[in-house]
């Protein structure tokens, strides 16, 4: 109890007085505002760093938290708004921190380059929130035709007897049908299986060979649908803001987060094989341990999550 009082006590401390006046101290020692002196003390580019402290992030990371720490409205709202015209914000921020644009000319698209990844990936976060919550359907032709598209992909040689059938533990399911299996991560989980056997099918049908070995096997269409729940608490916990900040200058879209999903599989079926575990109760302890592993290579500012056979389009 003392501990926790003692550490909200300093917090308050640091962020209330000790922060503000060492920003004042800065601005009056360099002319420049925090924004600017971000801008300044590292070269363009996704993956640039700035070491704050003992923690390392890249400069959207900066940028945002600068945001959110900002003592003006219009800047702390900045770090929360998923829709921003990208163009009058910068403008307006340059008016507020009176920054001269002939003066420091890279200012404006730095700043706009780094607004729009914040931005998006909080549209980002929406719209996976959105597929999660919308539950699989028997009665929705699309969730149907998506199902059964799944099947022709990984089992092209074998015909599905019926909708409702013991095949598709073939490919990792747990019942006869389904749908129950999708209740966790709702539609979520199938676009994300679909979209590697779409995207990679070679890659994908691998895994699933591999899924049945005799000893180390594992129910494939299960494990995709909790390495979903995995990358889903990474997005919304803000843990892949590493990754899509180095990735791309741009907005990153749902396409980018299937990537990385297809990373996070691949990757956990090496870790699962090289850990050699006793049987499939091990899954939790595994599926758990591996999630440390991500999560530890995501608090490293140069982190990109790609396998070789994903390449840039």
């Known amino acids: 109890m ?13 962020f209330s007085l000790i ?7 800065l601005r009056r020692a360099t002319g420049k505002c925090e924004l600017l002196r971000i801008t300044y003390e590292e070269p363009k580019g996704a993956k640039r760093s700035l070491r704050i402290g003992k923690n390392e992030k890249n400069q ?16 702390h709202q900045l770090s929360k708004e998923e829709d921003v015209d990208i163009l ?12 001269v644009p002939e003066v420091h000319m890279k200012f404006k698209g730095d700043f706009q380059d780094c607004l729009c990844q914040i931005c998006g990936y909080k549209r980002l976060k929406r719209e996976v929130e959105m597929m999660r919550k919308t539950f699989y359907s028997h009665e929705n032709p699309e969730h149907e035709e998506k199902l059964m598209q799944l099947w022709d992909i990984l089992m092209p040689s074998e015909k599905l007897e019926s909708r409702k059938s013991k095949q598709w533990s073939t490919i990792g399911f747990q019942g006869e049908d389904p749908m129950t299996d999708f209740r966790g991560m709702g539609i979520l989980g199938l676009n994300q299986l679909l979209y590697f056997a779409i995207k990679y099918p ?22 995709g649908i909790n390495l979903t729940s995995m990358t889903y608490e990474a997005l919304r916990k803000g843990s892949l803001r590493t990754h899509f900040y180095n990735v791309t200058d741009k907005a990153p879209k749902i396409q980018d987060f299937h990537e990385v999903y297809c990373h996070v599989f691949w990757e956990f079926d090496k870790f699962w094989f090289d850990e050699e575990p006793e049987d499939i109760m091990q899954f939790g302890p595994m599926r758990d341990k591996f999630n440390r592993r991500l999560l530890h290579k995501l608090s490293k500012s140069q982190t990109i999550l790609q396998s070789d056979f994903q390449q840039k389009e």
Not at 2 to 14: E, I
Not at 19 to 25: A, R, T, V
Not at 88 to 99: G, L, R, S, T, Y
Not at 205 to 220: A, D, E, I, Q, V
């Open 202 to 223: 070679d890659q994908c049908k691998t895994l699933l060979s591999r899924s049945h070995h005799p000893k180390y096997g594992y129910s494939f269409a299960i494990v």
């Open 19 to 25: 922060w503000p006046m060492w920003k004042w101290i």
């Open 2 to 14: 003392l501990g926790d009082w003692l550490q909200n006590a300093w917090t308050t401390l640091f």
């Open 88 to 99: 009058v914000a910068a403008d307006e921020v340059m008016k507020i921190k009176q920054i």
């Open 60 to 75: 959207s990371a900066v940028y945002e938290r600068s945001l959110k720490l900002s003592n003006v409205p219009y800047l």
